[in-house]
């Protein structure tokens, strides 16, 4: 039940794009295309950004996507905005009702 | 709307009890998997616990298992956890959280436990 490996940290300026990496590994993100992305803010539970990859919930700004290569998921953003500021987390399924969390990455914008 | 509403969090003493409560409302809460996330401070997410719909599967951390039990009552819409020999790492805020599929969909609002002298 190893964490998922992410950058500590990402910045950007507003109006630009982020891509946030999430490594795991053939157990977890490269088995399944179940793969969530969090944000939180500070003081705050987190909310559901992304879903099994690339899904959207409804209410989420189209400018966050998803995608997946082998044992690594990528969030990215686009169009940065001063509200993007957060901790992200993603998250996959492993196997027998397990998840399990990546170790956050704190997102600037400068 | 969906609610989950934690309660019992509080300070105890290294190796004695606690136990948390989630009350569910806004779905149909028999028919959801249940799960307990915590977040220690300052640090990230980390998976505790799920119960499926019935209570037929149970599933620990190995950080918890044999000291951590987890519990529904359909009847009451509620979830819980039962924290026994608890250890300073488990100072954290405990988070119940619906899943869908393999998706925290939804999350309470967290209960802090300190686990302290």
């Known amino acids: 039940q190893s964490a998922l490996t992410q950058p500590a940290s990402v910045s950007g300026s507003p109006g630009q794009s982020i891509t946030i990496s999430c490594t795991g590994t053939?157990?977890?993100?490269?088995?399944?295309?179940?793969v969530s992305w969090y944000q939180q803010h500070p003081g705050k539970a987190p909310k559901l950004m992304i879903y099994?990859?690339?899904k959207r919930p409804s209410g989420v700004s189209n400018r966050f996507s998803g995608s997946k290569s082998g044992n690594t998921a990528s969030l990215t953003i686009s169009g940065l905005q001063a509200e993007d500021e957060a901790d992200y987390y993603c998250?996959?399924?492993?196997?027998?009702?397990?998840?399990?969390f990546g170790g956050g990455t704190k997102l600037t914008v400068l | 709307e969906v609610q989950l509403v934690e309660s019992g969090g509080g300070l105890v003493k290294p190796g004695g009890s606690l136990r948390l409560s989630c009350a569910a409302s806004?779905?149909?809460?028999?028919?959801?998997?249940m799960n307990w996330v915590r977040q220690a401070p300052g640090k990230g997410l980390e998976w505790v616990s799920s119960i499926s719909s019935s209570s037929s599967y149970i599933y620990y951390a190995d950080s918890v298992k044999g000291r951590f039990t987890i519990s529904r009552d359909n009847a009451k819409n509620s979830l819980y956890l039962q924290m026994n020999s608890l250890r300073a790492e488990d100072t954290a805020v405990y988070y119940c959280a619906r899943l869908v599929g393999a998706t925290v969909k939804e999350w309470g609002q967290g209960t802090l436990v300190t686990v302290s002298s």
């Open positions: 998250c996959s399924y492993a196997g027998s009702s397990n998840v399990v």
């Open positions: 806004g779905f149909t809460f028999s028919s959801y998997s």
């Open positions: 053939s157990s977890d993100v490269g088995s399944y295309n179940l």
């Open positions: 099994e990859v690339s």
